[in-house]
């Protein structure tokens, strides 16, 4: 079976041109990192280690409980440097997803993206975006594959966490050939996928269940969309932080009659992020991208800025119905 390959030869060669040429690089992903993000950005530092170089991923927010059974989450620091040779963002596509990290990112010398988000606007010395591809994690993979980067079994295993999570256990309609292989070959190379399978969903709190039927108990149905706000209170509440909320919406969208699902999370200064996913025939990176967000066609996101909870539902009301009748 041939090779399936992504990444141009000409993107890799200049990939290793500026690792080659650096002698220390940063690694950002972008802020309240998700699986991919820390996947992407903890296996890449760890694989240029042991390539020779010194790295750092850059620490800009809490990760959320769930994520904190990661291999070498100790490396998601704060920096040890104000500039670095290299700076790579990963996971995104837009400098202010990098929140603090931009102003380390602006003196650094040169400034790689890889990414797989539609839409991203940046512009960097090397860009490696593909919104083909389900995550940045199979693309990370890619590099390290085929520049022969060192990969241990650690390495491994956070690329698989990534590629598992954001293709929702292989279930979105992104995903292609190439991603089975490369699971199949990040198992070869030690992925320790029960271990991953196990944290990720053998591994609920209790109060983690009272805190998501309470949620489900307050969900808006008007077919064909679920809507559903979550306050900072509801949080407070049930000891439970807003991340924790996350697997809400996919739990909606996997309902009968249900083509889009909506959660809005309550953050502070009158912010309200929106989670949108999608299940066959509505595009939700549109949505995103029209209200300067961004995400893939099946799962998106952007912010709102409103008064209270209320106005925040009645805006994405309107916002979903208007998508909906297009």
């Not at 040429?21 to 296996?43: C, M, Q």
């Not at 440097?81 to 790579?88: G, R, S, V």
Request: hydrophobic residues 35%; negative net charge; glycine residues 4%.
């Amino acid at each position: 079976m041939p090779e399936i390959e992504k990444i141009s030869k000409s993107q890799l060669d200049k990939f290793k041109k500026l690792i080659d040429e650096a002698k220390n690089i940063a690694i950002s992903a972008h802020i309240n990192p998700d699986g991919d993000a820390l996947g992407a950005s903890l296996s890449l530092r760890k694989s240029l280690e042991k390539y020779g170089k010194f790295a750092e991923v850059i620490q800009i927010s809490e990760v959320d409980n769930y994520l904190k059974f990661f291999p070498d989450l100790s490396q998601y620091k704060k920096p040890s440097l104000d500039e670095y040779d290299l700076f790579i963002i990963v996971d995104c596509s837009e400098f202010d997803r990098i929140d603090k990290a931009i102003e380390i990112c602006e003196k650094s010398k040169n400034t790689i993206v890889i990414d797989h988000h539609k839409g991203g606007k940046i512009d960097t010395d090397l860009n490696i975006i593909y919104s083909d591809s389900p995550a940045t994690c199979e693309l990370v993979y890619e590099i390290i594959k085929r520049l022969k980067l060192p990969i241990d079994n650690e390495i491994a295993t956070l690329l698989y966490i990534g590629l598992v999570t954001d293709t929702g256990r292989f279930l979105y309609s992104n995903i292609s050939e190439l991603t089975f292989l490369t699971a199949a070959e990040l198992i070869n190379e030690g992925a320790d996928y029960e271990y991953v399978y196990k944290n990720l969903y053998q591994n609920k709190e209790i109060s983690k269940l009272r805190f998501e039927n309470h949620i489900l108990s307050k969900v808006e149905f008007n077919k064909p969309y679920a809507l559903v706000g979550v306050s900072k209170k509801m949080c407070e509440d049930f000891s439970m932080q807003m991340g924790d909320s996350e697997s809400v919406v996919n739990m909606l969208r996997d309902l009968k009659g249900i083509e889009v699902a909506c959660l809005i999370k309550e953050y502070d200064d009158g912010e309200y992020k929106i989670s949108l996913r999608s299940k066959e025939w509505l595009d939700v990176s549109k949505i995103a991208r029209d209200n300067n967000g961004g995400g893939h066609i099946r799962a998106a996101g952007f912010s709102l800025y409103e008064k209270n909870m209320e106005d925040a539902l009645d805006t994405m009301r309107k916002i979903l119905k208007e998508a909906i009748d297009d």
